[in-house]
Each structure stands twice: as structure tokens, then as C-alpha cells.
């Protein structure tokens, strides 16, 4: 059913080199124009655009094998329940989880987090346990840890950051004590693009015999990611951020975490036998998945996951790489424009504000130029406090994208220095 990618993973493949044009054919809407200029994404921080083995994938499924899950007895809700256990074997390989009963289907990062908060929160957090996060947290990893705190009256502990935005592993250290019970962490700040050092946090964390949720949003898309060889106890991610659709995400958890968790949502699928005077659960993963699930979603998470696993690692890295380099270096020439976030080893995602021009205003003038960038505080309020300011510029980095797109980026922001002066 989930239509292989034009690459396969084979080693002569992986051996190729990066090529960025043949990449940015797959995805139709590159070629469209916006206000009359050609389009240049620098947006996939926020949203990845979809490749057509994605979006061929999803069509197929609507076309030919569509039927909701676990149900019918007929043909197609076999192949429909076969595709859905397949995307979620899948990314059990995507991650190297050990079990496929480890995966579990979510809306995405937010909704993960949200679960784990609320039922392993919920049912083994009491007050004055420690979850220590950092400063650099995503709302989707701060909200739902205050929820917890005014239910259960857990104390919230922050790793700060530093002038460069880098992780300071002894600080992070100082605040694990024998109280903390959880740390959850970014594991690629999503403004600042710090590649937290999650085999250290894990390490530091067990050692006290804390658990660990590495939010994984941003960091699964800059680099391959193994839950055994990280250890992380819960690691979140999004597919929409990963080439996939929107609408389907994905918990990792430990089998043995996941089993004494009680349920988050209660509905259809999650069950093994309801009577009136008492229900029984499923065990893991359905007990954490009621209801009708993202049938074609997860169909072209694994399209997308299929697609990404076709690129050897290290040319994708090379490549983001290059390009955060370049746009480092033109930035930083533009008198006026402030970066934040240079710690060494970052992913490609750069942030900037410039003098005296509001993110906003920068962002309009460059939607007329063709350029797609995200303004604003990017979910991240209390990072935007500790640096004193509203917001700022972002522009990130995918596949797709090239040298010419950091120029007509910085043939911008060169528009906008004449506008304003
Ligand atoms: N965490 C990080 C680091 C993110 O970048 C995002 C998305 N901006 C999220 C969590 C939330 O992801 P989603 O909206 O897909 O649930």
C-alpha cells in the first residue's frame, strides 16, 4: 500500500551525492510563484512541504484501499488495519525502537507531550516532585507541565541558556536532585536551532533515577534518531515537520512505561471489555489510541519516513550544514541584523531580529519578495524574555533548499533596509 519512494535505501544510492535539484522535484509546490516571484520556503520549521511520494501515497489510500481500522471483517478494512500496523512497524525502524507496541499514534509533539503529562503525570507525579525543563521549550513542552502543576502541585525547575544559546550541561546537572522525577527537554531548540546533548541528559538524568521525554519536533528531522542508543524514556514527534502529513504524530515510550500508564482518552479501539459497572483497557499501543486514528495519515507518515530514510545521513547533513553556513556568513555582513543562537554543532534554523524593524514588518516585505519565513515568538515566550525581545525573524531549513534561496532571502531583508532606512 505505501507506495516506495524513487530512492531506496541501498547502499550504491546512499553513496551519491546530495542532489538538491533532483530533491526539489518531488515537491510540486516549489515550483508555484507567490506575489508573481518564484517561492522560496524557508518555513519548514514550522511545516515541511510534502514530497509526491507523500502525497501519492495519501491519494492511493483514499483511491484504492480507504476503510477504517480494527473493525470489519471485509477486504479493505484488512488492508486499511494492515497499512496502519505497518506505518507504526515503520517508525518502530525509524527510531530503533525495540517493539512496535512502543509507538504510539498521536495528533503530533503537542498531543504526545499532553499524554504523557496527563496520564504518566498524572497518575505517578505528586507535589513537590521535580520536572525539570529548560528555557528553550516549545509552549507544547511548558503548558502542559503547568496543567500538571495545578493538579498535582509539582515544582516546575528551568536550565537557563547562555549568550551563544547553548545548553549548559553543569547547569542543567546543578538542578537534577533527588527530587526530580522527569526531565523534558527540546532536543533541537526550534528558535535557536542548540542541538541539546540528550545521551549526556539521559545519563545525568537515570543516574538520579529520573525519566527523560526528549521533544523531538524539531530534532528527528535534522538527524537520525535511536531511542535504544539515546535510552530516552519518551521521545516525541511530529510528521508534518518530517515531509508527512499534518495530523499524525508520534509517542515513543519504554514498553514497560507505557504499560503501567493508565489511559489518556477513553473511547473506541483503547478497550478490551466494557460493561456499565467497570471497563478493561487494551494494553499498549491501542490503550492510548481511541477513537478513529488518522487512518491515511499514518499511511503517509510512512511515505514520509520512507522518503527521508532514502538520503544518506550524512550528505543531508552536509548539506544543511552548508547552507546554515552560508546564511550565518551573509547574515552576519548585513550591519544591523542580530543572530540568536551560534552555540557550536546547531541544526539549520537561524534566527535574527534587525535594528530598529519590527519582525513583522520584515516578514510582510519579504512574503512580497517570494520568501516564506516565520516572525513572531515562535511558540517560545519565555526564550524570547531571556533575550528581552518580542520576537524575531526565522528562517529554517529542509531539504530542498538552497544557496540561491539564502540570496533571495538576503536580497530581502536589503529591500527592507532601504524601506526603513
Ligand atoms: N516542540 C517543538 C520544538 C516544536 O518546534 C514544535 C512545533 N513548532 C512543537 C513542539 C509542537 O509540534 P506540533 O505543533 O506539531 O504538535
Known sequence: MNTAPARRLDPSAAAAPFDVERVRADFPILSRSV??????????????????QVI?????????????????????SAKATEAYEGARARVQRFV?????????????????????ATSWGGAFLGEGDEVVLSVMEHH?????????????????????????????????????????RLVALTHVSNVLGTVVPIAEVVRIAHASGAKVLID??????????????????FYCFSGHKLYGPSGIGVLYGKE??????????????????????????APPPA???AGTPPIAGTVGLHAALDYVASFDPAAVAAHEHDLLAYATERLGALNSVRLYGTA???????????????????????????????????????????????GTVRASFGLYNTRGDVDRLIDGLEDVREIFG
Not at 502543576?149 to 553543569?170: S, Y
Not at 477513553?266 to 467497570?278: L, P, S, W, Y
Open 35 to 52: 506575489h508573481g516571484k518564484p517561492l522560496v520556503f524557508l518555513d519548514s520549521g514550522a511545516s515541511a512541504q510534502k514530497p509526491r
Open 56 to 76: 501519492d501515497a495519501i491519494s492511493q489510500c483514499y483511491e484504492a484501499e480507504y476503510a477504517n481500522i480494527h473493525r470489519g471483517v471485509y477486504e479493505l
Open 96 to 116: 530503533n525502537a525495540r517493539s512496535a507496541s512502543e509507538i504510539v499514534f498521536t495528533k503530533g509533539t503537542t498531543e504526545a507531550i499532553n499524554l504523557v
Open 140 to 180: 507544547a513542552n511548558i503548558v502542559p507541565w503547568q496543567l500538571l502543576r495545578e493538579r498535582t502541585g509539582i515544582v516546575l525547575k528551568v536550565v537557563p541558556t547562555d549568550e551563544r544559546g547553548a545548553f549548559p550541561l553543569d547547569a542543567y546537572e546543578a538542578l537534577v536532585g533527588p527530587r526530580t
Open 216 to 233: 523531538g519536533a524539531q530534532g528527528v528531522v535534522h538527524q537520525p534518531v535511536d531511542v535504544q542508543a539515546l535510552d530516552a524514556d
Open 256 to 281: 514497560a512505561l507505557l504499560a503501567a500508564m493508565p489511559p489518556y482518552q477513553g473511547g473506541g479501539d483503547m478497550i478490551e471489555r466494557v460493561t456499565f459497572e467497570r471497563t478493561t483497557f
Open 287 to 289: 490503550r492510548f489510541e
Open 344 to 390: 557550536p554543532g546547531k541544526a539549520a534554523i537561524v534566527s535574527f531580529t534587525m535594528d530598529g524593524v519590527h519582525p513583522h514588518d520584515i516578514g510582510t516585505i519579504l512574503d512580497r519578495a517570494g520568501v516564506a519565513v516565520r516572525v513572531g515568538h515562535h511558540c517560545a515566550q519565555p526564550l524570547m524574555d531571556h533575550f528581552d525581545i518580542a
